[in-house]
Structure formats: structure tokens, C-alpha cells
């Protein structure tokens, strides 16, 4: 079993609606989470990090944690064609980038 | 753009052969990362260096090696190929030592295919 689990899509949703984004993983030590996009022969973007449990805030996206299920989301609000991409959560349990476990994405389009 | 480079972007080879990737990390970062994304293994990462000196390594075959030069760039050095290296390989950079909360700017990666 793999320490991240995500579901690879692909997800396609017409533009305008709210689009979720989810990850679980195994091992509770996780303290550090993240999500990236990667758009299409592009190396992936930072677009989310948390420390710990809760949500967090930035535009249209909203990222939660949930550690007592081991459970991560992202929320996208009035998606967007330029929101088509891949997304990749990762996680580590340290405070250190080279500890980083990435899932394997998930393709979302969004459809004008 | 993220202002990483590498170069080439595309490589094509045959098993048993070498490559050299490179990378140039955006002015001021003293990290590079090197991450392997392959279809069935996802984003993999395979070693960092700061300022020089290799500060970690992940899942880096012994095949594999790399180096961080004076000016900063890195590169990435792949031998003895096998058809399973396929891959696109990654370099990131960031400004300091690498923790979590620091952002790593990736570039746009050099797609290897072994024949």
C-alpha cells in the first residue's frame, strides 16, 4: 500500500463549479502538507502548504486537513479552464523538503 | 516561468548508455532538488545539494549520481541506462536549505526516453 493515495481522474467538471480534491494517506506522522499543480509539460507549482490540522485560505482555493481521518482536500471555487491541470498533494513528516511523498495526481479539466 | 532552467528537453538514448542533465536554479537559490516523474511511480526525489555539498538523498539509484558546481548549477548524471529510466526528470530550486515551508521553484524538465 502506498503511504499517499490519490485517485488520478480524470476529473472534468464544467467551468464555474466548485471542484474537490482529495488524498489519503497512511502514516499519521504526516505534518506537513502540500499541494501542487502541474499544468501539461510543466514542472509542478506550489499552490497550497498547511502545518498540522485545519484549513487554509488563498483565493479560490481552499486547502483542509483532516488528521484524524488522514484525510487531505483542496477545494477549487468558480473553476476555471486555466485551472485544468494536474494536482499533486504531498505530505511529509518532517520539516525538511527532501522528506517530501508526492501522490501520484489527479488530471482535472475544466469545461468551458 | 519559473526561472529554473534545464537543458535539453528532450533526450533520447539506448540502454546501457550515459547522459548528462543540467540545470540552472534561479539567481540566489543555494538548493537544487532532482525529482524523477515517471508514470507509475509518480514524483520521486532523488537528491538535493546546497551551496555545493549534498545535504539529502532519497530514492537515487547507485547508477545515478550528481554534483553542484561553484556558480550553483547542478547536474544530474544517469549511466549504465535500462528502459525503466524513462522518465521526466526534474530540477528544483530554492533559496535556502529546504524546509517544508520553503517554496521549491521547479523547471520544466528534461524528458529522457531509453530505446
Known amino acids: 500500500q502506498k503511504e499517499v493515495e490519490q485517485d488520478p481522474g480524470p476529473l472534468s467538471v464544467p467551468e464555474g463549479a466548485i471542484v474537490s480534491l482529495n488524498c489519503t494517506y497512511s502514516n499519521s506522522a504526516f505534518q506537513y502538507f502540500m499541494w501542487y499543480r502541474q499544468y501539461s509539460r510543466k514542472g509542478p507549482e506550489l499552490l497550497m502548504y498547511t502545518y498540522s490540522s485545519g484549513n487554509k485560505e488563498d483565493g479560490r482555493f481552499t486547502a483542509q486537513v483532516d488528521k484524524s481521518s488522514k484525510y487531505i482536500s483542496l477545494f477549487i471555487r468558480d473553476s476555471q479552464p486555466s485551472d485544468s491541470a494536474t494536482y499533486l498533494c504531498a505530505m511529509s513528516r518532517y520539516s525538511s523538503a527532501s522528506k517530501i511523498i508526492f501522490g501520484s495526481g489527479t488530471r482535472l479539466s475544466i469545461r468551458p | 516561468d519559473s526561472g529554473v532552467t534545464q537543458t535539453p528537453k528532450h533526450l533520447i538514448t539506448a540502454t546501457g548508455q550515459r547522459v548528462t542533465l543540467r540545470c540552472s536554479p534561479r539567481?540566489?537559490?543555494?538548493?537544487v532538488y532532482w525529482y524523477q516523474q515517471s508514470l507509475d511511480q509518480g514524483l520521486q526525489f532523488l537528491i538535493q545539494?546546497?551551496?555545493?555539498?549534498?545535504?539529502a538523498k532519497g530514492n537515487i539509484l547507485e547508477r545515478f549520481s550528481a554534483q553542484q558546481f561553484p556558480d550553483l548549477h547542478s547536474e544530474l548524471n544517469l549511466s549504465s541506462l535500462e528502459l525503466g529510466d524513462s522518465a521526466l526528470y526534474f530540477c528544483?530550486?530554492?533559496?535556502?536549505?529546504?524546509?517544508?515551508?520553503?517554496?521549491?521553484?521547479f523547471g520544466p524538465g528534461t524528458r529522457l526516453l531509453v530505446l
Open positions: 528544483a530550486s530554492s533559496v535556502a536549505g529546504g524546509g517544508t515551508q520553503e517554496t521549491q521553484y
Open positions: 545539494y546546497y551551496n555545493g555539498e549534498e545535504r
Open positions: 539567481s540566489g537559490d543555494l538548493s
